[in-house]
Every structure is written in structure tokens, then in C-alpha cells.
């Protein structure tokens, strides 16, 4: 953490620390789940950059404690190891590349759904856009420029959107959200963005992960380090090059793209998805360790967000639904 504080920019230090995920083609045996605070991005990010050709990915739906203590999970990967460290010709190759577990809190998830390949091929990216005259995600752009304040330091303001789906929709893969945003009081914002299921009634409906609710898919962004790099980012995944500090100004309205973490998720229909923006950040495991905050944010935040949409100002989710 003194580390963050003397170099708050990349620089080399930090340079060496970033893995080089181009530089592994040996066999590769990736387990991951959507619901860990710490290592769900990461763990996805290594299954897709790694240069081995001889690679498998299973996404759990339970936490990595758990999973590591199945018998079955252990017999999966004690296969992988008989292949490739004894060189036993066991069949191992004939297991799916990818098996996917899809959350559907609420009803029954999928578990070890066979794909061939993540991202999946079929996904459709589509853009929800923002209205902050009703508070709902629109299929559609949004023509009225309209804006949602709330207080950003005291751990209660928060703006939130919604869409309710007409029909059984499944997003699964890696999301973006695109902001217009200003700070009033500020020359910075802290946003944390969460991405969560409803119930036709409006009420939440969250993976459980050991007993306690998991917040979502979600995302993270300080204002002042909104630049990108062009070359590594996607349409669908911004990539930030915390090179320099961009502060604000007093009224400057801003884009910022945010990632957010990936989710395999279904929504039936008359369930609804809530976009939830807010200036502080919330994690499952603060309930599973009370009194010790597993995030130690110092946050930047004073005075109102304000979250501009519609018009000029297209706010939108970006989200990968599967057919």
C-alpha cells in the first residue's frame, strides 16, 4: 500500500509486476468463478491472453474453498496432471475447452455447461442506454439529455437504473460501462459500478457465496485516471494506462469507460437488471470477516456525482448476451 502512495502512476516498478501472460504455452488447467472479490478478474484475463494452445477453463458456481475440496474437482485436475506430468494417455484431451457454469440466482444454475472457446462467438454486444429522467435502461438511444446527482462521500447516495427483460436473456462474458460524469465539489471521483439481478417485485436476487450474498458484477474507476490505451483496449474491455492524472475542472462533464468484471448470469423474463453507481465500493467477504475491511480505499470523493445522460451524453452498458 506505501507503494500505491510513493508511485501512483505506471511506471517501471509497476511495470515488473504486471504478468506476462504472452510468455505461458505450457498446459494450462484455469478453474474460476464469478462471484470472487479478488481473483475473478485476473483469473480470466490469464485464460485469455496465455499463449498455450493446450489450455482448459471451468468457471464454478460455488468459491474457490469449496471447489478446491469437491472429490470430484480433485479427480478432474488430478487427470490433468497424470496427462501432462506423468504423460498417461488418459483422454484427457477429449475434455470441453471451456465449461461454463451460468448463475441464475432465484432458480437452479448451469454447471458445466461445454463450450468451445471465451468470450463465446455467439455473444451479441448490446448497449443499454442510460435515462436519467426515469431511472430505466433503454434497447434504444435515449434522445432527452437529462442527469442523476447523488451525495458521493457518505456511503448512502447512489443513482441506479433498470431494464426489465420481456424475454429469458443470458449475459455472459466481459461488460462495459460508458459515463458522462462531473463532480460538483471535487477535481476527482471515485465510482464503483455494479452490475445485479431483481425479481419481477423488485427485490434482490444474489449469488450466494458461503452463506452471504455477492454484490454482482462489478467495476471501478478513479476519474482522474480515465485515459486508455488505444492499442490494448476493446470495444468491450477498456484497458487504463495510468499514465498521467487527469483532474477536473469546476462543470467539465467527462466520458469515462469502465470494465467490469465478467458474469455468466440468467435473467428470466419480468426480471429486471439494476445498474447501480455509487462513491463506495462493498464486498461479500466484509461481511465474512466483520471488522476487517478487505478494501482500504482511500477515496477521493467530496460533494455530489453527477451522471449526465441522453442526447450528446450517451451513457450506456455494454453488455454480451448469448443466443
Same mark, same amino acid.
Given at each position: 500500500?506505501?507503494?500505491?502512495?510513493?508511485?501512483?502512476?505506471?511506471? @517501471?516498478?509497476?511495470?515488473?509486476?504486471?504478468?506476462?501472460?504472452?510468455?505461458?504455452?505450457?498446459?494450462?488447467?484455469?478453474?474460476?468463478?464469478?462471484?470472487?472479490?479478488?481473483?475473478?478478474?485476473?483469473?480470466?484475463?490469464?485464460?485469455?491472453?496465455?499463449?498455450?494452445?493446450?489450455?482448459?477453463?471451468?468457471?464454478?458456481?460455488t468459491q474457490e474453498w469449496v471447489d478446491y475440496a469437491d472429490p470430484e474437482s480433485r479427480e478432474d485436475l488430478r487427470r490433468f496432471f497424470d496427462r501432462y506430468l506423468k504423460g498417461i494417455e488418459n483422454g484427457w484431451e477429449e475434455t470441453p475447452r471451456v465449461r461454463l457454469s451460468i448463475l441464475d440466482p432465484g432458480g437452479r444454475d448451469i454447471v458445466n455447461r461445454p463450450e468451445k472457446e471465451f468470450?463465446?462467438?455467439?455473444?451479441?454486444?448490446?448497449?443499454?442506454?442510460?435515462?436519467?429522467?426515469?431511472?430505466?435502461?433503454?434497447?434504444?438511444?435515449?434522445?432527452?439529455?437529462?442527469?442523476?446527482?447523488?451525495?458521493?462521500?457518505?456511503?448512502?447516495?447512489?443513482?441506479?437504473?433498470?431494464?426489465?427483460?420481456?424475454?429469458?436473456?443470458?449475459?455472459?462474458?466481459?461488460?462495459?460501462?460508458?459515463?458522462?460524469?462531473?463532480?460538483?465539489?471535487?477535481?476527482?471521483?471515485?465510482?464503483?459500478?455494479?452490475?445485479?439481478?431483481?425479481?419481477?417485485?423488485?427485490?434482490?436476487? @444474489?449469488?450466494?457465496?458461503?452463506?452471504?450474498?455477492?454484490?454482482?458484477?462489478?467495476?471501478?474507476?478513479?476519474?482522474?485516471?480515465?485515459?486508455?490505451?488505444?492499442?490494448?483496449?476493446?470495444?468491450?474491455?477498456?484497458?487504463?494506462?495510468?499514465?498521467?492524472?487527469?483532474?477536473?475542472?469546476?462543470?467539465?462533464?467527462?466520458?469515462?469507460?469502465?470494465?467490469?468484471?465478467?458474469?455468466?448470469?440468467?435473467?428470466?423474463?419480468?426480471?429486471?437488471?439494476?445498474?447501480?453507481?455509487?462513491?463506495?465500493?462493498?464486498?461479500?467477504?466484509?461481511?465474512?470477516?466483520?471488522?476487517?475491511?478487505?478494501?482500504?480505499?482511500?477515496?477521493?470523493?467530496?460533494?455530489?456525482?453527477?451522471?449526465?445522460?441522453?442526447?450528446?451524453?450517451?451513457?450506456?452498458?455494454?453488455?454480451?448476451?448469448? @443466443?
Amino acid at each position: 500500500a506505501n507503494m500505491i502512495h510513493q508511485y501512483p502512476l505506471m511506471n @517501471s516498478f509497476w511495470e515488473d509486476k504486471i504478468p506476462r501472460f504472452e510468455n505461458i504455452d505450457v498446459p494450462a488447467y484455469i478453474v474460476a468463478s464469478w462471484t470472487n472479490p479478488i481473483h475473478t478478474l485476473g483469473t480470466f484475463r490469464a485464460f485469455c491472453n496465455i499463449r498455450s494452445t493446450e489450455k482448459w477453463l471451468r468457471v464454478h458456481n460455488t468459491q474457490e474453498w469449496v471447489d478446491y475440496a469437491d472429490p470430484e474437482s480433485r479427480e478432474d485436475l488430478r487427470r490433468f496432471f497424470d496427462r501432462y506430468l506423468k504423460g498417461i494417455e488418459n483422454g484427457w484431451e477429449e475434455t470441453p475447452r471451456v465449461r461454463l457454469s451460468i448463475l441464475d440466482p432465484g432458480g437452479r444454475d448451469i454447471v458445466n455447461r461445454p463450450e468451445k472457446e471465451f468470450p463465446l462467438l455467439r455473444t451479441e454486444y448490446v448497449k443499454l442506454y442510460l435515462d436519467a429522467s426515469t431511472g430505466l435502461l433503454s434497447p434504444g438511444p435515449v434522445a432527452k439529455e437529462s442527469k442523476a446527482r447523488y451525495r458521493s462521500d457518505d456511503e448512502q447516495g447512489k443513482a441506479t437504473f433498470t431494464i426489465r427483460f420481456t424475454e429469458d436473456t443470458e449475459l455472459t462474458g466481459f461488460m462495459k460501462l460508458r459515463l458522462w460524469v462531473e463532480a460538483d465539489g471535487a477535481d476527482d471521483m471515485d465510482l464503483f459500478v455494479y452490475v445485479e439481478k431483481l425479481d419481477e417485485q423488485g427485490n434482490l436476487l @444474489s449469488p450466494m457465496v458461503l452463506g452471504h450474498p455477492c454484490p454482482g458484477a462489478q467495476g471501478m474507476l478513479r476519474v482522474s485516471h480515465r485515459e486508455l490505451d488505444e492499442e490494448k483496449s476493446t470495444p468491450y474491455k477498456p484497458y487504463l494506462s495510468h499514465r498521467q492524472e487527469q483532474l477536473l475542472h469546476d462543470g467539465e462533464i467527462v466520458p469515462v469507460d469502465i470494465e467490469i468484471w465478467p458474469m455468466g448470469m440468467i435473467w428470466h423474463k419480468g426480471q429486471q437488471l439494476r445498474l447501480t453507481i455509487q462513491g463506495f465500493g462493498k464486498s461479500w467477504m466484509d461481511d465474512l470477516l466483520p471488522g476487517i475491511k478487505m478494501f482500504n480505499y482511500h477515496l477521493r470523493n467530496r460533494g455530489d456525482h453527477i451522471i449526465h445522460t441522453g442526447g450528446k451524453y450517451e451513457s450506456y452498458l455494454l453488455v454480451p448476451k448469448i @443466443s
